[in-house]
């Protein structure tokens, strides 16, 4: 590895060299190296007096090319920021107890990772479980006694056929896997242990965790304690037909005392995300009427305790709602959603009127410009979360009431202070297909001349309902700073833009999406800037595919790079981590029975036209689109003479293909590669 990456980057380093000239110290310059000094702010909680935040400082080890996730605190108005726990351990989930006197948190030094109560005014701190398998979704109960918290159970299936015994100090092969679940592995997870989540309570003093519910199904979080701290709220799906059926959740209430369950909701598509009101009274819960199509949007629902009286909230409201958190008052919910690639912290009364108190939430995703990004919110209104720019990752941010936000911590001024980034602006275009407006970003070389004219990379989003923003991204940072011109946008099919955008890819992707694309890079040439014989073009996951795409029906582009993409449509859903949603919401039916459908959309379809240069790029543990999918586009080209390459990233999943510093290097050192070998000086 070691080798190969010391040639990429030299080759990169030698594309910047060749279109930098001498106006910029190299110093002043990105560099691929420079990951490793990046850190973000993540999961921000504030305190229940509004006075403190805790939240995880995310930083990169250069040793073990490892994130070190460590808790700091700040107070809200900026001063006293300081470690709360730091140390080669990694610190995760920190959860304020209502009186505010304690932190909860996960952490883990050998084995499972343990829940750990820190107390504030001492700096004790108490290990509270001693569990086989991690915490997830741990909330404390209203009293500050009991934190619930997920589970996996593990279950213990009888062999099918049992070996014979071994004889004693023989080495045999590893035992086989038998597997019968219709979902048997993960992307980033691996092969799935044999078990299922449920919910579990222990004492904010430490003890054995009681489990509360039970059964095979998967119980899941976030979790609510009802006021009076005897009953929890949380969702699940335990239809019939759970393993076949991934979107019919409900929302259960479940008795801590009787570990008696009780429905509340019951219709066909998801119910989830419940919290309790602060009276007890009502729930506020998130879903939609499922209609089985690719993108449908989530919407705000509230109802009586007990089920009854159910009615939308969110009404005409045509973005997905995500996070609900009551007002202290219980007059009001919190949520945080996208806007044309932004995603904002919003409010709604319980009769539909809605605001938006902050945007720019984001930049915990260091690679590419998704939106991302979570939120909390104090007794008194004011909220805390992550906050970013075009250049700058998550730092932590707050709001309240109609005080303008403010950003109050700065974690890579001491980086970023000294690096000239390139300039990122907005550019909207008439998609060629229809007229249909369609927004993207254009980033600019760091040294960016007007009387110039700059290659180009066509960057595109995975999903594909999914969407792009005016948010830090290293990648394509990295890209400009080698002297390409970057363009990124959200064609249709991608989220932040309503329901009828969305789905105007339903049983339709790829296809006319490729016009917007098309016509984003015709507009951004039209404007004098890009030199139109050095035009280059990547995607990774469902930009991968659309990539592929591309390359299938033009050849003006000099070189390409298709990352984890899907080549082959009834290949891949017979072999990704979520078969029984792709065929069922993406194709309306299985491969054998539509296989011109399934092959109709196929980029190998199409590979028989291709002429352009071709590298691919997947990790070797990816689960949602299998490296099997870029194995067979490689062949393929192959046979046809195409020059190609196949990088492969040892150990690396779908969604954390860049997870490690050194593998975000790798990515974009080999993709410049690819490209300056094809383009025109």
Do not use: C
């Amino acid at each position: 590895m070691r080798p190969a990456l010391s040639a990429a980057l030299a080759v990169a380093l030698a594309s910047v060299a060749s279109f930098a000239g001498a106006a910029m110290p190299e110093s002043r310059r990105l560099h691929s190296i420079d990951v490793f000094q990046l850190e973000y702010a993540d999961d921000a909680q504030i305190s229940p007096d509004g006075s403190r935040i805790v939240y995880v400082r995310v930083s990169h080890d250069i040793m073990t090319d490892r994130a070190r996730r460590n808790l700091w605190m700040v107070n809200s108005d900026g001063t006293n920021n300081r470690p709360l726990l730091s140390g080669i351990r990694s610190f995760s989930s920190p959860r304020w107890s209502p009186d505010g006197t304690r932190i909860a948190y996960v952490s883990a030094t050998e084995g499972s990772p343990q829940l750990y109560v820190r107390w504030l005014d001492s700096g004790q701190t108490a290990l509270l479980t001693n569990l086989t398998e991690p915490p997830d979704a741990i909330t404390w109960s209203p009293d500050g006694k009991f934190i619930a918290f997920t589970q996996l159970v593990p279950a213990n299936k009888p062999p099918l056929a049992p070996p014979p015994p071994k004889p004693e100090g023989a080495s045999w092969a590893p035992p086989v896997k038998v597997i019968d679940t219709v979902t048997y592995r993960a992307d980033g997870a691996g092969y799935l242990e044999s078990g299922f989540d449920h919910l579990f309570i222990v004492s904010a003093e430490g003890g054995t965790a009681r489990q509360l519910t039970e059964g095979d199904f998967f119980d899941g979080g976030p979790l609510s304690f009802t006021p009076d701290g005897k009953h929890i709220v949380f969702s699940a799906n335990r239809g019939a037909d759970w393993e076949r059926d991934p979107q019919n959740s409900e929302v259960f209430s479940v008795d801590i005392a009787t570990q008696k369950l009780v429905a509340l909701t019951k219709r066909q598509g998801p119910d989830n995300a419940p919290v309790v009101s602060p009276d007890g009274r009502k729930v506020a819960y998130l879903g939609f009427d499922d209609q089985l199509q690719g993108y449908q949007v989530t919407r705000l629902y509230v109802m009586d305790l007990d089920g009854s009286n159910s009615r939308e909230v969110s009404g005409a409201f045509d973005r997905d709602v995500e996070n609900p958190r009551w007002a202290a008052d219980g007059r009001g919910i919190y949520f945080s959603y996208d806007q044309r690639g932004v995603k904002k912290l919003g409010f709604t009364t319980l009769d539909g009127k809605i605001r938006t108190l902050a945007d720019g939430l984001g930049g915990t995703d260091l690679g590419r410009p998704y939106t991302s990004g979570g939120y909390s919110v104090a007794r008194n209104g004011r909220a805390a979360f992550s906050h970013n720019t075009p250049g700058r990752p998550a730092d932590v941010g707050t709001a309240a009431g109609g005080a303008p936000l403010r950003v109050i911590t700065a974690l890579n001024d001491d980086l970023l202070d000294n690096k000239t980034l390139g300039a990122v602006r907005a550019l909207d275009w008439k998609s060629s297909k229809d007229q249909r407006d369609i927004q993207g970003w254009v980033i600019e070389p760091p040294d960016f001349d007007a009387a110039k004219q700059y290659p180009l990379i066509l960057e595109i989003h995975g999903g594909p309902f999914a969407a792009y923003g005016p948010n830090y991204a290293t990648e394509l940072q990295l890209y400009a700073a080698a002297g390409y011109i970057v363009l990124y946008a959200n064609p249709r099919g991608s989220t932040s833009y309503g329901a009828e955008f969305g789905n105007l890819i339903h049983h339709a992707y790829p296809g006319d999406d490729y016009d917007d694309l098309m016509s984003g890079v015709d507009a951004l040439i039209a404007e004098g800037h890009v030199d139109a014989n050095n035009l280059f073009v990547t995607g990774g996951s469902g930009g991968g595919v659309l990539t592929a795409w591309i390359v299938g029906k033009t050849d003006r582009f000099r070189a390409a790079v298709v990352a984890k993409p899907v080549i082959n449509w009834s290949s891949f859903v017979l072999t990704a981590d979520a078969s029984n949603f792709f065929y069922k919401y993406w194709f309306g039916a299985p491969p054998w029975e539509k296989p011109e459908e399934y092959w109709r959309r196929s980029p190998l379809s199409l590979v028989g036209n291709v002429k352009t240069p071709t590298m691919l790029i997947t990790g070797e543990a990816d689960y949602r689109t299998p490296i099997e999918e870029s194995e067979q586009y490689y062949q393929a080209l192959k046979l046809r003479k195409i020059d190609t390459l196949m990088v492969r990233i040892p150990e690396a999943s779908h969604g954390g293909m860049v997870a490690r510093p050194s593998n975000l290097i790798a990515k974009v050192d080999n993709i410049l590669a690819w490209f300056g070998r094809y383009r025109q000086k």
